[in-house]
């Protein structure tokens, strides 16, 4: 078989080396989807696909999956990954949430931006060495904006603004926040910018089965009136908090009442996951990654070193597959015909 991922020659059937001048090598695109914390596995499917010398020419990604393609073509995939694995527990990541009660999102993201900023400096995403596009959403008109130039820090950021969680981000004229409402895993995207194969990545196969509906359900039949006299005092008469620490409290919520966040992320989950679905039936991949995630929690950044071994297995169990496909697909030069190689 051709050995195309890595560019090598190979033996013809009489001994005697094959060039392959005859046929080019594919031009290869990588598609990652969002799904927060759940994308520190695109950094173990990055290091796999690499590892067995499959290197993207094309790398577009959504909300997190910008975040980890625009560090790795900038060079700059280490710095995540180091990052993700130093966190400890829930009280690192509570020290990036600057929580905020006057702008358009809960969190101003400025201490996340710090990090990336850190990372890649100034650099543009005209000046990366391989293509690279953020799938970005805006808030007036619901266009999906395919962030092309610029700053790659922006790109980013654009990218994974959570509507109300994060706050919008203006690049140019435009209000921007998650790719994810619009294109969760922009396959389109990688197509567009020339990739023959596109390899993609969707992080949220598993968090939802199919859709259902339940008919004939109603409220129980408790009185409500119960429900408050039964309410513990210390939430009917709350001890005084700081701001920060009173909004990071709803934020989170308690055991059995879901705060701000996992109300809207969980509804965010069932939006993307439906918009994934329809998205990827009508322009499928040429392959599709799906690490098991689901059980992971989109806060759980702490818990990057299980995750990387997720995104890793998962890219194992697809290498085959995604070298067969490279073989069938690989276009041949214009007038040329290839070689039969046994």
């Known amino acids: 078989m051709l050995d195309i991922l890595k560019g090598r020659g190979v033996k013809g059937a009489n001994g005697e080396k094959v060039g392959l001048g005859s046929i080019r090598r594919p031009v290869i695109g990588l598609a990652l989807g969002g799904g927060a914390a759940r994308g520190f596995a695109h950094i173990g499917i990055m290091r796999t696909l690499l590892a067995n010398g499959i290197v993207p020419d094309v790398v577009v990604g959504t909300s997190i999956g910008a975040v980890v393609g625009g560090l790795h073509a900038a060079g700059r995939l280490d710095t995540l990954e180091e990052w993700g694995r130093s966190l400890q527990g829930m009280r690192n990541i509570l ?23 850190e990372a890649v400096g100034q650099t543009l995403i005209e000046d990366l060495p391989i293509k690279f596009a953020s799938v970005a959403t805006e808030v007036r008109t619901g266009h999906e904006i395919w962030l092309t130039h610029g700053r790659v820090v922006e790109a980013m950021r654009a990218s994974y603004a959570l509507p109300g969680i994060f706050s919008p981000v203006m690049i140019g004229d435009r209000w921007l926040v998650d790719g994810a409402l619009v294109n969760p895993v922009p396959v389109s995207a990688a197509r567009a910018l020339g990739a023959e194969i596109v390899i993609a990545v969707n992080l949220s196969t598993d968090v939802f089965t199919h859709s259902t509906t339940i008919y004939q359900h109603g409220a129980r039949p408790a009185p409500a009136a119960q429900a408050i006299a039964e309410t513990p005092a210390k939430r009917r008469f709350p001890r005084f908090f700081s701001p920060e620490k009173t909004v990071k409290r709803e934020f989170f919520g308690s055991a059995g009442r879901p705060g701000i966040s996992s109300v809207m992320i969980d509804a965010f ?40 071994a997720h995104g890793t297995r998962a890219a194992e169990r697809a290498l085959e597959s995604i070298q067969e496909t490279i073989d069938v697909l690989a276009p041949t030069a214009e007038g040329a015909t290839p070689k039969a190689v046994e």
């Open 95 to 117: 020290g990036y949430l600057d929580i905020r009660l006057d702008g358009s999102g809960l969190i101003g993201g400025e201490k996340l931006a710090i990090r990336l900023e």
């Open 269 to 308: 989950n069932i939006m993307q996951d439906r918009i994934t679905r329809a998205r990827l039936a009508g322009d499928p991949p040429d392959l599709l990654i799906t690490p098991r995630v689901g059980q992971f929690g989109w806060f759980d950044f702490h818990r990057a070193e299980d995750l990387i």
